[in-house]
């Protein structure tokens, strides 16, 4: 490892090989981690590294070695990025050091976060019980390590500025589904599709920009909903979120939010997803450059350029913003607009160039001459630009509109006069650039969304049937191979395995579905699904379900807060809450775990080997032992010891010639008498083989019995 000792600039190389237990840390077992003044990556699939701090949960497994690595690096590591031109990577990431060493008066403060670690094919049997809070989710059984986080986060560190945040696992811009859950990387046996807004692709911008600026205080009365326009969702993240997604790889020191209209609401999601931003109120709409200087007014002082971007733009990439900055920054213009080439520019701003192919002027379509409106080229409304010049701009930009309003694109004008070189740079795909205005207008750009995440993921081997009629978020993750059946949706941080089969007709929000398993026209939500287990059709698996290799739930099942270890099987019509199923049992059809007094929830434990008679009701707090059998239809009270058959209902009686009597001219009566009628002596009773003890009814009982 190197560490730079107290910024001397004394590189030391140190050579570390975690030698961790077995419990929970399978991604890093036999791992050479390599730490830099970049941190680099840890391991194959960077498991160390998330954004700019370590989160290895390594927990209790915390070795001396790594312990005394890390306070010899100091409170917290290296930057991954310079915060600023000449930083070189001094700057260090204030919650490094604590996520793996926690602070005990900071860990007294805050909660531990409760994160599932995945563990290899043959980790041990789901026993334990599910957490209190289903807080992720993994292919196979998994087990529980809690750590700290530091509360104190900046930007960029794992929130803003966090590359593998956007990736196809749930991020922490976004992880406002119902589970307000984050889930791990998968294990390293599926292959991922990454999202589109993922930096793989991306050049690298190198801390060049020192603050982004995001202009959501519009109003969206198109829209015609009480939701803020911006926060309107599409594609597993709110319109705002995506825009945030984009921006993150770029490092920006600063990240400003304008709020406006809804601003409780939008300041409340920009809390859940990107903490590390700041929130400003522009209390009037006085238009784009109004809303862009109450920004730039409270930010600190923004070392290099400020990167300017409409937060209801949901298909931007970050690919599309590093290559605009890297324009900007290889051209040396002052300011440079993105751009794009579109076949129908009515209503957008032109862009106008002299001969040398440098922007001269936006024009609006109203003012455009007909040359000007001949024009394909337009404004995309994304700018970068030195962040001195275009706040000196905007101090000067007017309001002499018809609108009455100051537009940024006032800024450009400005700049120009001035003699400042300013640019432009088309965008690759146009479709990156489109807003958002109404709802038809989303629902286009969520087929647009859909359509690319697709892509990806057909490109990277996952077999989806029909693209019309399957849906991926793009916080969700699909292995090679694995099977997307028509009328898919898989919503959240769902991790898909390679081979696995999900459809027809199926919803999947925050689960993970093992390698090989099958999930036929069912709902299933913060769900473990694990490798060969079987789902469908028709089941609903409700949060904290885990599903052991091999298990089944079968038709009309519905799972809640329970754990089925494996081979063991639900098949058919049973309600299965707050409970532990052993390996290899069986819970015949018509089961019913009795989980609820009517205050409180109770646990069923139920053991291995164990058959369950249909139509049962298990009425919690109840052990049945392993090996244990319970006879159809019973009420099952009180615990069943191993190896026991529990009978827990009342003896059949058979009233001989009742139909003859009661029922006379009835189909069934004459159906009985042509199978040989009664017996003569009608009080006459028969015990079933399961009964007991004589019978003592007598004629008098049985008539009352079948006047009831």
């Not at 053991?607 to 032992?625: F, N």
Request: aromatic share 2%.
């Amino acid at each position: 490892m190197t560490a730079d000792r107290q910024g001397r600039g004394e590189p030391v190389e140190q050579s570390l090989r975690l030698t961790v237990d077995d419990d929970g840390v399978e991604p890093l077992l036999a791992a050479e981690v390599l730490v830099d003044d970049r941190l680099g990556d840890v391991g194959p699939r960077g498991d160390l590294l998330d954004g700019r701090r370590l989160v290895a949960a390594l927990g209790e497994q915390l070795t001396t070695h790594v312990e005394q690595l890390l306070t010899s690096l100091g409170a917290g590591h290296p930057h991954p990025r310079p915060a600023g031109p000449g930083a070189g990577g001094s700057a260090v990431a204030p919650g490094a050091h604590e996520a793996i060493v926690p602070d005990p008066a900071r860990a007294a403060l805050a909660p531990p976060v409760e994160r599932w670690v995945p563990r290899r094919d043959d980790g041990p049997r789901l026993r334990d019980g599910p957490p209190a809070e289903h807080s992720g989710a993994c292919a196979v059984a998994p087990t529980r390590t809690a750590r700290t986080l530091g509360r104190d986060r900046a930007m960029g560190d794992g929130v803003i500025g966090s590359p593998p945040a956007f990736g196809a696992v749930q991020s922490r811009f976004e992880s406002e589904s119902p589970s307000q859950s984050v889930l791990p990387r998968a294990v390293s046996t599926v292959a991922t599709a990454r999202s589109h807004v993922s930096l793989q692709d991306s050049p690298s911008t190198d801390g060049a920009i020192g603050a982004v600026v995001v202009l959501a205080a519009g109003q969206g009365t198109r829209m015609r909903s009480r939701t803020p326009k911006v926060l309107h969702r599409i594609g597993g993240r709110s319109m705002l979120g995506h825009v945030l997604a984009a921006a993150a790889p770029l490092g920006a020191g600063q990240t400003v939010v304008v709020v406006g209209s809804g601003r409780e609401a939008v300041a409340e999601h920009l809390a859940e997803v990107a903490p590390g931003a700041l929130p400003v109120v522009q209390d009037q709409q006085l238009g784009s450059g109004h809303a862009a200087a109450v920004a730039l007014d409270a930010l600190d002082a923004v070392v290099g350029a400020v990167l300017i971007v409409n937060g209801d733009a949901p298909l931007l990439r970050a690919q599309t913003l590093a290559e605009l900055v890297q324009a900007h920054r290889g051209a040396g213009d002052l300011l440079t607009v993105l751009t794009a080439e579109v076949p129908d520019p009515t209503g957008l701003g032109r862009i106008v160039r002299d001969g040398a192919g440098a922007v001269r002027a936006i024009v609006e379509e109203k003012d455009a001459d007909p040359a000007q409106r001949a024009i394909t080229e337009v404004n995309a409304g994304v700018y970068v630009g030195d962040a001195a010049a275009v706040r000196e701009a905007l101090t000067r930009v007017g309001s002499s509109n018809q609108q009455g309003e100051q537009y940024l694109t006032d800024v450009l004008g400005l700049l120009v006069g001035d003699g400042a070189q300013v640019g432009g740079h088309r965008a690759d795909d146009a479709e990156d650039t489109l807003g958002c205005n109404d709802q038809r207008e989303l629902a286009a750009r969520r087929r647009t969304l859909n359509e690319r995440v697709l892509d990806d993921l057909m490109r990277a081997g996952v077999v989806v049937v029909d693209p019309l009629t399957t849906w991926v978020d793009v916080t969700a993750e699909v292995g090679a191979e694995a099977v997307l059946q028509p009328g898919t949706q898989l919503l959240g941080a769902t991790v898909v395995a390679g081979g696995a089969v999900v459809g027809p007709d199926t919803t999947l929000l925050d689960t993970e579905v093992g390698e090989g398993a099958t999930v036929v026209r069912s709902h299933c939500q913060l769900a473990v699904i694990g490798p060969a287990a079987s789902v469908g059709p028709f089941s609903y698996l409700r949060p904290g379900t885990r599903l052991a290799r091999g298990s089944k739930v079968g038709a009309f099942v519905e799972t809640k807060n329970v754990q089925v270890g494996e081979d063991s099987k639900v098949p058919h019509l049973s309600y299965v809450g707050d409970a532990t199923i052993g390996e290899h049992s069986n819970i015949g059809a018509a089961t019913v775990f009795v989980n609820y007094d009517g205050v409180a929830k109770h646990h069923t434990t139920v053991g291995d080997h164990v058959r369950i008679g249909s139509d049962t009701m298990l009425v919690a707090p109840v052990t049945v032992g392993d090996g244990a059998y319970t006879a159809a239809g019973s009420v099952i009270t009180d615990d069943v010891p191993p190896g026991s058959m529990a009978v827990a209902r009342a003896r059949q009686r058979n009233v001989a010639g009742w139909v003859g009597r009661r029922r006379p001219g009835t189909p069934a009566a004459e159906a009985a008498a042509a199978a040989g009628g009664a017996p003569s002596d009608p009080a006459t009773e028969t015990r079933s083989a399961g009964s007991t003890g004589p019978s003592t009814a007598t004629a008098t009982d049985d008539e009352q019995q079948g006047r009831r």
